[in-house]
C-alpha cells in the first residue's frame, strides 16, 4: 500500500511541477506566447513549428491546447493553423519526454535551490518568476526519478504481473488501458514513462507498451476535448480535431504494427529506450503525415460541432476565457476587450436617448432596459472575472492595468443607470406631462449630447491605447465640455427671462439634464487621469493638475 501510495505521490508532483512551469513560463512570456501562436499564420508549416517550441517551453501539451483554444474561440486565430499548432504540441511533448529521461538527478537540487531564492527574494519581479519555474523543472526531474524508483517494487508484485499478462498485445485494448492511464495521472507524459519503466521490468512485453503508449495520446485527446466543454464552438472544435488526429494515427499504425515491433525490437536499446523512442517517432511520423490535412479537418470539425446562435436575453461576455487567467497579460487584455464592449452598449444608449431627445422615436423604454441589462451582466461577469486573479501574483504595471479595467467598469455601469434615468424623464415629460423643450432649448441639449457621445468614444480609445497626448486631448475635451454646460445653463435663465413658455415649461428639467450630462462626462473623462498619473508617463502638467484639483 506505501509503494502504490509513493508511485500515486511522484506522479502528483510531476503534475504539480508540470503546474509551475507553465504558469510561470506563461506569467513572464504569455504576452509573446500569444504573439508567437496567435496570429493567424499564412503557412501551416510555420503554425506547427510554433507548437512544438510553445511546448517545450511550457512542459505540456495540454497547456498548449488551452492556449490554442482560448484564442480560436476569441477569434485570434483561424481553425486550420489552430489545428497544425495542436499537431506540433504533440511532437513537442514527445520531445521533452526523450529530453527529461535523460539522467538529470544532479540538474533537480540545484534548480530548485536556486529557484527558491529568486523567487522568494524577489516574488514580484521577472526574475522571481523565472525562479518559480526553475523549482518547477526542478520538480518534474525528481519526480521522474521518484516514478521509477516508486514503480520498480510494483512490478515485481505478482498481482501486478497477473493483471498485465492479461495484456496480449490486442492493440485495441492496449491503447484503452493507456488512455485510462493518462486520464487517471492527467498526464500522457507520465502514462508513457510509467510504461517504459513497466517495459524495462518485463512486465509487459514491446507490443504491449506500444499499444499503451498510443492510448496515452489519445487519452491526453480526451481530457483536452474535456477541458474545453463550457467554452463556445469554435473552442472545442480544435480540441476534437486535435483528438481525431490521434484516433486516425492508431487507425494509421494498425496494418504496420507488427513489422514495427519486430523492427523496433532488433535494435540495440533497453526496453526503456525503446518505448521512449517509439514515442518520439510514432508522434513525429503521425503529425508530418497528417498536416497537409489540417484544411479537410478543420471543415470536419465546423460541421460536426457548428457554432449556434446566441439566445435572447443578456448579453453574454465574448472574451473572459478562465483558462487565461494564469496569464496575468491575456486575462487582462480579454477583460479590457469586454471593457470595451460596455462601452459600446453606453455608446448604443446614448444615440437612442438623442433620437427621444429630438423626437425621431418616443418609445424605445424596452430598448433602453435591454441595454441596461446587457451593460449590468457584463459588469457582473468581469467583475467576477478579475475577482478571481490573485492580486498578490501581478507585477506592478499588471496590478495598475487590473486597476484601470475595474475603475472604468464601474464608471460605465453607473453611466448606464445615469442614462436610463434621463431618459424616463424626457419621455415623463412627453407623455404624462405633454411638454416639450423650446428649440433653441433642444438645440443645446442635442449638441451637448452629441459632444458627451464623442467624449465617450475619446474616453475608451485613450483606455485602450494609453495615449498621454490623446488623454491630454480628453481633457482639453472635458473642460470644454464644462464651459459649454455653464454657457447652456446661462443661455436657459436668459430665455426664462424672456419669458419663453416652453423654456419656463420644461426649466427643470433642462437643468437636471445638463447637471446629469456634466456627471456622466466625468465619468467618461476619468481615464485620461489614469494614464497621465502612471509613474511610467511622468508627471502632469500644470493646466492638468490644475483640472484635476478641480474635477467633480
Not at 88 to 110: F, I
Not at 309 to 326: I, Q, Y
Request: proline share 3%; net charge neutral; hydrophobic share 50%.
Amino acid at each position: 500500500m506505501l509503494t502504490l501510495l509513493n508511485l500515486l505521490s511522484a506522479v502528483a508532483l510531476l503534475i504539480w511541477g508540470t503546474h509551475i512551469v507553465r504558469t510561470g513560463i506563461l506569467r513572464v512570456y504569455g504576452t509573446n506566447l500569444r504573439h508567437v501562436i496567435g496570429q493567424n499564420m499564412s503557412k501551416k508549416w510555420l503554425a506547427f513549428i510554433a507548437g512544438i517550441l510553445v511546448t517545450a517551453m511550457v512542459q505540456s501539451s495540454n497547456a498548449t491546447a488551452m492556449l490554442v483554444t482560448s484564442f480560436v474561440g476569441q477569434g485570434l486565430m483561424a481553425l486550420t493553423p489552430a489545428l497544425a499548432t495542436m499537431l506540433g504540441a504533440d511532437v513537442g511533448t514527445a520531445l521533452m519526454a526523450r529530453v527529461l529521461t535523460l539522467d538529470l538527478s544532479w540538474l533537480s537540487p540545484l534548480l530548485i535551490f536556486l529557484g527558491v531564492i529568486f523567487f522568494l527574494s524577489r516574488k514580484q519581479t521577472r526574475l522571481g518568476q523565472m525562479g518559480r519555474v526553475s523549482i518547477g523543472l526542478g520538480l518534474i526531474i525528481l519526480a521522474l526519478q521518484l516514478i521509477v524508483e516508486a514503480a520498480a517494487p510494483i512490478t515485481h508484485a505478482q498481482g501486478v504481473k497477473v493483471i498485465f499478462a492479461s495484456l496480449t498485445g490486442d492493440i485495441l485494448l492496449d491503447a484503452l488501458v493507456g488512455a485510462l492511464f493518462a486520464m487517471i495521472s492527467y498526464s500522457s507524459l507520465a502514462a508513457v514513462l510509467l510504461t517504459a519503466t513497466l517495459a524495462g521490468a518485463a512486465v509487459i512485453s514491446l507490443p504491449v507498451a506500444i499499444g499503451l503508449v498510443i492510448g496515452a495520446n489519445i487519452g491526453s485527446g480526451i481530457l483536452a476535448f474535456m477541458s474545453t466543454s463550457m467554452q463556445n464552438a469554435a473552442g472545442r472544435q480544435v480540441a476534437l480535431g486535435s483528438l481525431l488526429y490521434k484516433l486516425i494515427g492508431l487507425l494509421l499504425i494498425i496494418p504496420v504494427l507488427d513489422p514495427l515491433v519486430h523492427w523496433i525490437d532488433s535494435l540495440d536499446f533497453s526496453p526503456q529506450e525503446m518505448v521512449i523512442g517509439f514515442h518520439l517517432l510514432y508522434n513525429t511520423a503521425r503529425c508530418l503525415i497528417l498536416l497537409p490535412s489540417v484544411g479537410p479537418m478543420a471543415r470536419l470539425c465546423a460541421w460536426l460541432l457548428p457554432e449556434r446562435p446566441e439566445v435572447n436575453g443578456a448579453a453574454k461576455p465574448r472574451h473572459l476565457d478562465p483558462t487565461a487567467l494564469v496569464t496575468p497579460s491575456l486575462a487582462l487584455a480579454n477583460a479590457a476587450r469586454e471593457t470595451l464592449r460596455m462601452g459600446d452598449l453606453l455608446d448604443n444608449m446614448l444615440d437612442a436617448s438623442l433620437d427621444v431627445l429630438r423626437g425621431k422615436q418616443t418609445a424605445v423604454t424596452q430598448e433602453m432596459r435591454r441595454l441596461t441589462d446587457d451593460v449590468e451582466a457584463l459588469y457582473s461577469a468581469i467583475k467576477l472575472y478579475l475577482a478571481q486573479m490573485p492580486r498578490e501574483d501581478l507585477g506592478e504595471h499588471d496590478s495598475r492595468r487590473w486597476a484601470e479595467i475595474i475603475e472604468l467598469a464601474i464608471n460605465l455601469k453607473l453611466a448606464a443607470d445615469l442614462i436610463e434615468r434621463m431618459l424616463r424623464k424626457i419621455q415623463q415629460q412627453k407623455t404624462s406631462q405633454r411638454r416639450s423643450f423650446s428649440e433653441e432649448g433642444l438645440e443645446d441639449l442635442a449638441g451637448l449630447q452629441q459632444q458627451l457621445i464623442a467624449n465617450l468614444r475619446l474616453g475608451l480609445s485613450v483606455f485602450l491605447s494609453g495615449d498621454r497626448e490623446s488623454a491630454r486631448q480628453l481633457l482639453r475635451e472635458k473642460r470644454r465640455f464644462r464651459a459649454q454646460e455653464r454657457r447652456l445653463a446661462h443661455a436657459h435663465v436668459s430665455r426664462l427671462q424672456r419669458k419663453i413658455v416652453q423654456s419656463l415649461e420644461t426649466s427643470s428639467l433642462h437643468l437636471e439634464l445638463i447637471a446629469d450630462m456634466k456627471r456622466l462626462n466625468s465619468l467618461f473623462c476619468s481615464s485620461a487621469y489614469v494614464v497621465l498619473e502612471t509613474a511610467d508617463t511622468g508627471a502632469l502638467a500644470v493646466d492638468d493638475m490644475a483640472d484635476i484639483t478641480h474635477s467633480p
